[in-house]
């Protein structure tokens, strides 16, 4: 979808130089700069998606982390009022 915005873009931005009338410039104007919007958009979601891990390594990072605070928790003594005697 982002080259199509890409190519959208390069069609929008040729129809404008090339426009007789300053409302078909405008027009052309408008394609042009929403087709490199979304072809930037486009090109960043790319790129994050594919160097993101999937939800699954995200949910076994947490089972982790809850096991050690577990292992962490039943390491320590108990928080009792008898070291203040």
């Known amino acids: 979808m982002r080259w199509i915005f890409l190519v959208l873009a390069v069609i929008g931005f040729s129809f404008a130089f090339s426009a ?30 594919s160097t ?10 947490v089972t982790k982390m809850r096991a050690t605070a577990a292992k962490a928790a039943a390491a320590q003594p108990p928080a009792g009022g008898a070291d203040k005697q």
């Open 20 to 49: 007789k009338t300053a409302g078909l410039m405008e027009i052309g104007f408008l394609v042009g700069f929403a087709g490199l919007f979304g072809a930037f958009f486009g090109f960043a979601a790319a790129r994050i998606a």
């Open 52 to 61: 993101s891990r999937p939800d699954t390594v995200l949910l076994t990072d």
